[in-house]
């Protein structure tokens, strides 16, 4: 059966440090993945999407990256962290292709940044 | 492009009466609809889907929708609210013609259920 996994589960960084965020499925090939942020009532924002290795789309602008290095790893990233980073960053995976499939979430990672 | 947009941010009911959740949504085709429910410090449950087959979807706990083209809609319903409802709960979109295959969440409406 399909997992996602994504670590850490919680992270505290002061402001201008780098971040790395990273995401692995394992039981499926060619997924599609995304990062959401959950900010307070703000809900899941897109932040990237990706459908194939080296493929990424970005919907925001801002102070993030994403990278594919490998099928099902995705990893997000920033060479300086902001206060208004902090947030609550979900990694999901879909069947790439299909198009009509529901996302399959990790647990997600609680960023602070002081 | 696809959008979602839930109406309340937040709906309180009375335990045993019924949850209606509004969505209505925006897509250039026929679009895949979901709902997910995510309790407190908890992750991401998918509570039912429409993917073009039945306009009236079932799915756990109770909890049924019903794809309204005319009215774009995929509100989230339930006969009788139980405690262990309170959560937030997402309407989500997909388009499955486009390539992109973006899955675009709303921004959720917070469920109280009062006893």
């Known amino acids: 059966s399909q997992t996602i996994h994504q670590w850490p589960a919680t992270l505290v960084q002061p402001v201008g440090s780098p971040l790395s965020l990273e995401c692995t499925v394992e039981?499926?090939?060619?997924?599609?993945l995304y990062w959401y942020r959950q900010a307070a009532g703000r809900g899941l924002q897109l932040l990237f999407y990706?459908?194939?290795?080296?493929?990424i789309s970005s919907e925001v602008p801002q102070n993030l990256s994403a990278s594919r290095p490998q099928d099902r790893q995705f990893i997000l990233s920033s060479k300086k962290l902001l206060l208004s980073d902090s947030g609550f960053y979900l990694c999901?995976?879909?069947?790439?292709?299909?198009?009509?499939?529901?996302?399959?979430f990790g647990q997600g990672t609680r960023l602070t940044v002081v | 492009a696809q959008s979602v947009t839930q109406l309340d941010s937040h709906v309180s009911v009375s335990e045993g009466t019924p949850v209606l959740l509004r969505c209505n949504y925006s897509?250039?085709?026929?679009?895949?609809l979901f709902w997910y429910v995510q309790h407190p410090n908890k992750g991401l449950q998918l509570l039912l889907k429409?993917?073009?087959?039945?306009?009236l979807v079932k799915g756990i706990n109770g909890f049924e929708a019903e794809f309204k083209k005319s009215e774009t809609s995929f509100h989230l319903t339930k006969p009788s609210a139980h405690m262990s409802d309170a959560a937030e709960y997402f309407c989500?979109?997909?388009?499955?013609?486009?390539?992109?295959?973006?899955?675009?969440f709303g921004k959720g409406t917070r469920l109280h259920i009062l006893p």
């Open positions: 039981g499926t090939s060619n997924p599609n």
């Open positions: 429409y993917t073009s087959a039945a306009t």
């Open positions: 990706s459908v194939g290795i080296g493929q």
């Open positions: 989500v979109v997909s388009d499955p013609i486009r390539r992109d295959d973006k899955i675009i």
């Open positions: 897509s250039s085709y026929s679009p895949s």
């Open positions: 999901a995976w879909s069947v790439g292709g299909a198009g009509n499939t529901e996302a399959f």
